[in-house]
């Protein structure tokens, strides 16, 4: 068997994370492996749409955490040194001036390569996100779909 | 052989992460794996006994870093938008109308369902935690005890 | 085959975090293991020398975050209760009490036992990073170098 399996679950919201996450989707994928992403808790905002959708029958407060929450990979910050959004434009410059892809270049480029970039359904519940706030091309899955294809991963990393 | 193992190395005392961490674990043991948590520095917060328990020979350094370390899962604070208590508390408010399981009972499950809770002895020694001050059923191990158990597991993850 | 290799990411700059994973690095090389450690993002201040180097070419941005990173072991902080440094203070005092060897004699034991110190190059060309301001003896790999280690291990952690 010459493919390899790889699962990420990307727990964080931060653009250094995710950029982590996303720059080792890329290489797996580039070299023939199968990358599944799991986005849970706030790691679904990298997945939001930039745009407001309008949606029906959430609760106060889960439109209070849908507004709180950053929608896409435009907003994140930095895990450090964010100096409440100085450092991530800083971060920006400075991966142009080397010819490093952008973030979002990194998830066009994950779904162009195959890697599955999946919501976590329960997170979704909880905090009452829907289908149609998620980029298109996402797939839904609960922990059991998580560990389903985790067992047949020779990587499996936590973001 | 039908069985997998799982570890988990439980670092950090957020309640997102250890939510995500039991999720994953009960679902696991719920598919018929062995699940191993291995709660080390931060984490440790999360087996403690609610209750104050008196301990002695602690030095004064040790009794510091147990008072202002958390007791048990009832105090933990969300990794992001906690707001000083409110971010976690909205979201357990989220977590109970959509029936989700709370984090006691998660921890409580995962026992039931034989998922090892390990207490790493290191951090126990630097940080001067007593057995009796740690949940009744944990077991105990240093970083050997770790090794052994992730070299037989499929997925190994550090949260 | 009885040798067994680990990968380890480490990403955070945290000392905490910095300790879990050359306490693990270490066990596990001592159990003759194969251990690689892939320093990544703000992980990279950790394989800075604590003397400031002389560089040329870097941009005025590199010259920043070169500034304000910090420049190995001695200066990392805790990722909880650090409280500008005297929290790490106070868990350095109780590691000594305790007997546990520092981060220094960590990273020197690690290298000692054969574990292999990698600096990511995605980020040594972002942030501006020169090999001669790193440590002697770290190699140097992308994300495919990682990939193929990674591959052949059992155990793949990200910290």
New interface residues.
């Given amino acids: 068997m010459s493919t390899?399996k790889k699962t990420i679950?990307m727990?964080?919201?931060d653009f250094?994370?995710a950029?982590?996450s996303l720059?080792?989707a890329?290489?797996?994928a580039a070299?023939g492996?199968e990358v599944t992403i799991f986005f849970?808790?706030?790691g679904l905002e990298i997945l939001r749409k930039a745009k407001k959708v309008q949606t029906k029958g959430k609760?106060l407060?889960?439109k209070?955490?849908g507004m709180?929450?950053h929608k896409g990979t435009r907003k994140l910050g930095l895990?450090?040194?964010n100096f409440g959004g100085i450092g991530v434009r800083?971060?920006k410059?400075?991966?142009k001036?080397?010819g490093?892809m952008s973030l979002e270049e990194l998830l066009t480029s994950a779904q162009e390569q195959g890697v599955k970039l999946v919501a976590c359904t329960?997170t979704m519940?909880?905090?009452?996100f829907r289908k149609e706030e998620l980029l298109d091309g996402v797939e839904f899955m609960?922990?059991?779909g998580?560990?389903a294809v985790?067992?047949e991963?020779?990587?499996?990393?936590?973001?």
Same sequence: chains 1, 2, 3.
Wanted: proline share 0%; net charge negative.
């Fill in positions: 390899n679950i727990f964080s919201d250094d994370r950029m982590a720059i080792i890329n290489g797996a070299m492996d849970t808790f706030w609760s407060l889960q209070m955490f709180m929450m895990s450090k040194m800083l971060m410059v400075c991966m001036k080397t490093a329960l519940d909880i905090l009452g609960g922990v059991a998580y560990l985790a067992d991963a020779n990587v499996n990393l936590f973001i």
